[in-house]
T-cell receptor
């Protein structure tokens, strides 16, 4: 299966702390994306990192990619209660159809 | 506002019935996708379409069918052949951006089989 694996499956932190989520995958990728899902809703795109990039930032989000280890991490700094959601990594592949393969997600709870 | 509209939001079905989930987008995106999400799990691809009148099976296409007669619309039919259809169904669309596709999702349709 090309599906990614994420850890931890669940994470609970206090407001103001940092949250780190990890994603590992099995085959070579063209890009890796992170999405957020609030309970019972659709997913929202957060950030994309290409295979020739090592790190990207967007506001309080920092994403790293290590293609040699086939892994990525998402760091949310100074977390807020509103960050409570599930976070999914998604792998995009070269020369294909644009379809993404999703990981199983990390559920983040930020306590006020 | 541009976006993706899925309907209905909630749907109940008796065993043996076919149901059709609607997905409409006004983003002018070429590609559209259907994913299935089970509780506490990630998304699995059912079908996708890169262009009108063409579509391909994803990883779990058995028991489902789709059509793409218009660019804006990509309905999904859950047939009676799908043995475990209770799930959350997500439709998405995308446009190619320098070799990467970022998906825009609808709000989802929750199907429950009674």
């Amino acid at each position: 299966s090309q599906q990614g694996e994420e850890d931890p499956q669940a994470l609970s932190i206090q407001e103001g702390e940092n949250a780190t989520m990890n994603c590992s995958y099995k085959t070579s990728i063209n890009n890796l994306q992170w999405y957020r899902q609030n309970s019972g809703r659709g997913l929202v795109h957060l950030i994309l990192i290409r295979s020739n990039e090592r790190e990207k930032h967007s506001g309080r989000l920092r994403v790293t990619l290590d293609t040699s280890k086939k892994s990525s991490s998402l760091l949310i700094t100074a977390s807020r209660a509103a960050d409570t959601a599930s976070y999914f990594c998604a792998m995009g592949f070269s020369g294909n159809t644009g379809k993404l393969i999703f990981g199983q997600g990390t559920t983040l709870q930020v306590k006020p | 506002d541009g976006g993706i509209t899925q309907s209905p939001k909630y749907l109940f079905r008796k065993e043996g019935q076919n149901v059709t989930l609607s997905c409409e987008q006004n983003l002018n995106h070429d590609a559209m996708y259907w994913y299935r999400q089970d509780p506490g799990q990630g998304l699995r691809l059912i079908y996708y379409s890169q262009i009108v009148n063409d579509f391909q099976k994803g990883d779990i296409a058995e028991g489902y069918s789709v059509s793409r007669e218009k660019k804006e619309s990509f309905p999904l039919t859950v047939t009676s052949a799908q043995k475990n259809p209770t799930a959350f169904y997500l439709c998405a669309s995308s446009i190619d951006s320098a070799g990467a596709n970022v998906l825009t999702f609808g709000a989802g349709s929750r199907l429950t089989v009674l």
